[in-house]
């Protein structure tokens, strides 16, 4: 029975040999399901008398070139990357959305001319259309590379993007993406947030909302799009930068470097944020720091009994307490309610009163750090910085090497928190200690210490 099942399974694979090899042979194998079914056997064109195909034919005939490096291509395009960085004060995810388009599209040149589109596809009014500088077709974009030398480059490739930013077809598409095209030139260099997503909303353009969280306010959030534009734009120090691209990737979890890194390179290898810190704010290295000493150093007086106190007159107690008991209860009014006690409750109240002052101080160097005018500081990137790391807590899931920041800004939301809780202990213990010292002194009078 089993050689018979051996048999068997020996015949199987014959059997399945012609089907597995017809499968190698045949031109609709799985893998090419995504090409092309039909062909011509390519084009061929005479170049100087010879017949060759009409794929290697040299640029200057006008063919199309496909461009390999759409990263390489988009810097060295005029204007384009400053007109992101721009957009980027205002709206990062605008100025995201319309880099990715273009990184994720089929870029082609072309020294010929482009037809130009029909009227009726394009625009309903206006002036008639003279020179095509670009075709984009789905994911497809030509351009023209004469017509495209003697224009406002930024604005070309923003244009492009935008088509597959904002929905709808036909005419008034292209009318849509004219008019925010117009909106970003005619408004340059005082973009306005409202505004801007106003003219978004109306013109149906959706973008992913990467850098933009519910919950900051309008305060915030203004903060950590001048530092997104202030990393790409290359403002400031590298290690202020690398603070800012590391910040924002904390509060987002998502890779700044990766979705802009052409545009702008730095090495944030071993960085050290503390000095960054310092420069901008002394004051708030020092206070930080003495706010955690203070915390980890405050000296908490020991729990004590809480002596009830009697409902009964003195004389109670000297007809039906005995000696003993007099004694035990007087030795716990001077531990209780003592000199010693007394001073442990001051000595804490001081350090409690010094951890205030020293909050104080921390709470109005943060208020005036975060109404700085970056533009006008010293290193933009470094105010910028740590503008964002107060007003932001710091996420657990941050780089090691920057949380070494945390004692200098983590610890004062801790340690102010802390504070408040210490307060409502000392009130608790200093209201036990006050009863104490009425109870013992309705039984044994003020001198019960002796």
């Known amino acids: ?19 597995t090899l017809a499968s190698f042979s045949s031109p609709t194998m799985s893998w090419a399901r995504g090409g092309h079914a039909e062909g011509n056997g390519g084009d061929g064109v005479y170049v100087e ?15 199309l070139v496909q461009i390999y490096d759409n990263a390489e291509f988009l810097k060295s395009a005029k204007d384009f990357i400053p007109l992101l960085q721009d957009i980027a004060f205002a709206n990062p995810d605008l100025a995201l959305g319309i880099w990715n388009q273009l990184m ?19 625009a309903y009014v206006g002036p008639k259309a003279e020179v095509q500088i670009a075709i984009r077709e789905d994911n497809d974009i030509v351009i023209s590379q004469d017509a495209f030398a003697r224009v406002e480059q930024s604005y070309v490739l923003a244009h492009e993007a935008l088509h597959g930013v904002i929905d709808g077809k036909g005419a008034m598409h292209h009318e849509r993406v004219r008019a925010v095209v117009r909106y970003l030139r005619d408004n340059r260099g ?18 992913s909302r990467r850098f933009s969280v519910i919950g900051f306010d309008k305060e915030v959030q203004e903060i950590i799009n001048s530092g997104i534009a202030a990393y790409l734009k290359g403002t400031g120090s590298e290690k202020a930068r690398c603070g800012i691209k590391e910040a924002i990737e904390s509060i987002y979890f998502t890779d700044i470097s990766r979705n802009f890194a052409p ?5 944030c290898e071993e960085q050290d944020y503390i ?55 007087r030795n716990s009014c001077k531990v209780d309610a003592g000199v010693k006690k007394r001073k442990e409750l001051a000595d804490y109240r001081a350090q409690v009163t010094e951890m ?61 928190q802390s504070t408040t809780e210490i307060l409502n202990d000392l009130s608790s213990l200093e209201q036990r200690f006050q009863q104490n010292v009425q109870t013992c002194t309705e039984v044994f009078g003020t001198d019960y210490e002796k």
């Open 1 to 19: 029975m089993k050689n018979k099942r051996m048999i068997d399974k020996k015949w199987m694979a014959l059997m399945m040999l012609p089907v």
């Open 49 to 63: 008398g010879k017949l060759t195909l009409r794929d290697f034919i040299d640029s200057n005939s006008g063919r």
């Open 104 to 122: 994720e599209a089929r870029l082609w040149k072309t020294r010929t001319s482009l037809p130009v589109l029909p009227d009726g596809v394009t």
């Open 190 to 207: 005082k973009y306005n947030s409202d505004e801007l997503e106003r003219v978004l909303v109306k013109n149906g353009a959706y973008v």
């Open 263 to 267: 545009p702008i390179n730095v090495n």
């Open 275 to 329: 000095s960054t810190v310092r420069e901008v704010s002394p004051v708030l290295g020092e206070v930080a720091v003495k706010m955690k000493q203070n915390l980890n150093t405050v000296k908490r007086p020991f729990d004590f009994e809480w002596l009830i106190r009697s409902v009964y007159k003195p004389s109670w107690w000297s007809r039906n307490a005995d000696e003993t008991v007099m004694t035990n209860f």
């Open 356 to 416: 205030l002052e020293i909050e104080g101080r921390a709470k109005t160097e943060v208020k005036r750090i975060k109404s700085i005018d970056a533009s006008l500081s010293f290193d933009p990137a470094a105010t910028l910085f740590v503008q964002i790391l107060t007003s932001i807590p710091l996420s657990r899931h941050s780089p090691e090497r920057f949380v070494q920041v945390s004692p200098y800004l983590e610890n004062i939301d801790q340690t102010i």
